[in-house]
């Protein structure tokens, strides 16, 4: 309790070094109209911060399994400070009748290098488009209506010509692209309707890649074939989300927590469902699934290491048949067995039968599972907002 105290202090602190800044530096953003928000509004959000972080346990991620830096593990962002005290909203529906009829025309608003929580509020609809995020517009926002979730949809490929008439890349094929920090979705259907023919090379249609660090997505779904959901570097968290596709359809070297996920195969031929690819030792990535749900009408793997020392675990979810029983592929090279981490922890249903598991396939012990099980292994505490914030 002493450290929790210590803590405590420490962010009324740093909040109001923030408040002292904001009131010195008038912002020199100005955006079309709105005003920003109150400060009571970020008064809550550091409770609720500080409330969540006393609920976790204080737990030192030095373990074996989690070699990478850990940075301070106690402090709010400070910058994440800053931009929530100093919100803006834009509207955007097709109607007219809001700031934007697109989303990327609101993005075009926005000032390249972002400081502020700039929330989008996204009426329904089903909006076709192909839209980036720049690596330096921080903080933008998707809010959708939870009755009636937008679509952002499209059905690039990594075979589409390129600027200068090359094919393009899975990189590029993403219908949303995010590389700014801080991005937020709650409530927004991502979805890349390109088919996949098993065997036709050049099918991968990413549904949304996230590049930018430190990103939170609730109640949203990810619909696509080959490699849907592309989380490709950074601190990710995914928190009841819908996630379908046929092969790999997680992929990439994010260091992703995804809490009551359902994980739905579409596959028409055995595939994999994640492709982690943490290529070496140092590197602090993997992804962690906890209470999620695999089903579908495919059969699939659990993972298949892209990386040498490729890194996934699955606790606590619900694994129908269609999980293969040897559980994890080696991608057809079998000194990847040796190096990759894929563990297994208190998991139920027919596909999680350890019978037909790959003998390098870990059943991990409690202490083992400690790290991956809650928000700290993606030092949520330090920059997960509570979504319900965003509401107006
Ligand atoms: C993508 O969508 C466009 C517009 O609906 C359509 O003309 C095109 O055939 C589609 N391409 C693929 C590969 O599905
Ligand atoms: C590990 O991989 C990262 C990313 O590719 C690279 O930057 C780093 O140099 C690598 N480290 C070693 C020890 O190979
Ligand atoms: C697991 O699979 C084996 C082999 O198919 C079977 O004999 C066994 O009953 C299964 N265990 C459970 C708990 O379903
Ligand atoms: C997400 O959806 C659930 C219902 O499934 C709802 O209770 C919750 O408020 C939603 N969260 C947000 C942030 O809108």
Not at 83 to 97: E, P, T, Y
Not at 141 to 160: C, H, Q
Not at 175 to 184: A, E, I
Not at 279 to 298: E, H, P
């Amino acid at each position: 309790m002493a450290s929790l105290v210590h803590d405590t202090k420490f962010i009324v602190l740093l909040y109001n070094f923030i408040l002292s800044i904001c009131i010195t530096f008038p912002t020199q953003i100005t955006f079309a109209s709105l005003a920003p928000e109150s400060e009571s509004d970020y008064q809550k959000w550091v409770s609720w911060n500080v409330k969540n972080y006393a609920q976790k346990p204080s737990y030192n991620l030095g373990a074996k399994a989690l070699s990478g830096t850990i940075d301070s593990m106690k402090a709010l962002d400070p910058k994440l400070g800053i931009a929530d005290m100093k919100r803006v909203r834009l509207s955007v529906s097709q109607d007219g009748q809001s700031d934007f009829k697109t989303i990327s025309e609101a993005i075009g608003s926005i000032p390249l290098h972002n400081k502020r929580r700039v929330i989008l509020n996204i009426k329904p609809g089903v909006y076709r488009e192909k839209i980036v995020i720049p690596k330096t517009m921080h903080f933008i926002t998707f809010l959708g209506d939870p009755l009636n979730p937008p679509t952002i949809t499209g059905n690039d490929t990594a075979s589409i010509p390129g600027t200068h008439g090359q094919p393009s890349n899975t990189f590029h094929s993403a219908t949303v692209g995010v590389n700014g920090d801080y991005f937020v979705a709650i409530n927004i259907k991502f979805e890349n309707t390109a088919p996949h023919e098993v065997g036709s090379p050049g099918e991968q249609a990413v549904a949304l890649r996230i590049s930018g660090d430190k990103a939170a997505f609730y109640n949203c779904s990810f619909y696509g074939n080959q490699d849907t959901l592309y989380d490709h570097k950074g601190l990710h968290y995914f928190n009841n989300c819908f996630i379908q596709g046929s092969v790999d359809f997680i992929f990439g070297y994010g260091r992703s927590l995804y809490e009551n996920c359902y994980l739905n195969s579409i596959t028409k031929k055995v595939a994999s469902l994640t492709a982690q690819k943490r290529t070496n030792a140092t590197l602090s990535s993997g992804f962690s699934f906890k209470n999620c749900v695999v089903t579908g009408s495919g059969q699939v793997y659990l993972g298949r290491a892209w990386g040498d020392h490729s890194r996934v675990v699955f606790s606590y979810t619900f694994m129908d048949k269609v999980v293969m029983p040897q559980g994890w592929s080696n991608w057809g090279d079998q000194k990847r067995e040796l190096n990759v981490y894929y563990g297994e922890y208190k998991c139920s249903g027919p596909g999680s039968n350890l019978t037909g598991r790959v003998p390098w396939a870990r059943m991990l012990t409690d202490q083992e599972a400690q790290p991956f099980l809650d928000t700290y292994y993606i030092q949520g505490h330090a920059w997960l907002s509570n979504p319900n914030s965003f509401s107006l």
